[in-house]
């Protein structure tokens, strides 16, 4: 019940924090993951966790490696110049979070929660000062939504 209670809390805060200021407190991912991992023990054995974190990983790795080629060949970038195109907060995040899911949830999760994200930036953008979106603010919403379902249903 006290893991919940802080991951739930960890959730609404890295959300208030991305939204508010478009960066995310490195303590909160880290405090976020450790309670994540040891939550998720109790649930599975610790080999299913560990297999499900590396191809969670992997998919996270593909996924920019896939982003990072479409910006070379479109916008001629550097890889330093990736930070400008995706935060590193949102890429933490994503990691941190990616050892609660089994493989085949986490790449649903992944494409849900990208298009939700999108959706309400074009819902709410107008109201932003900035033309980023907050995804890991946006992201954390869906993975407390999903988290509050898996436990409590």
Aim: with cysteine.
């Amino acid at each position: 019940m006290v893991f919940n209670l802080i991951i739930i809390s960890m959730l609404c805060w890295i959300a208030f924090d991305d939204f508010k200021s478009r960066s995310i407190r490195v303590l909160t991912l880290l405090i976020l993951f450790i309670t994540l991992v040891v939550s998720k023990i109790d649930f599975d054995h610790p080999l299913e966790l560990i297999f499900n974190s590396v191809v969670n990983f992997s998919y996270l790795l593909l996924l920019t490696l896939l982003v990072y080629t479409y910006l070379k060949v479109k916008y001629k970038i550097r890889i330093t110049d990736l930070e400008n195109f995706i935060g590193l907060g949102d890429a933490f995040f994503l990691a941190c979070i990616s050892v609660w899911f089994e493989w085949n949830v986490f790449i649903v999760f992944c494409t849900v929660s990208f298009l939700v994200s999108l959706i309400l930036h074009f819902v709410f953008g107008g109201q932003r000062k900035t033309s980023t979106i907050p995804l890991a603010g946006y992201q954390s919403l869906c993975f407390l939504l999903f988290y509050m379902y898996s436990v409590y249903n």
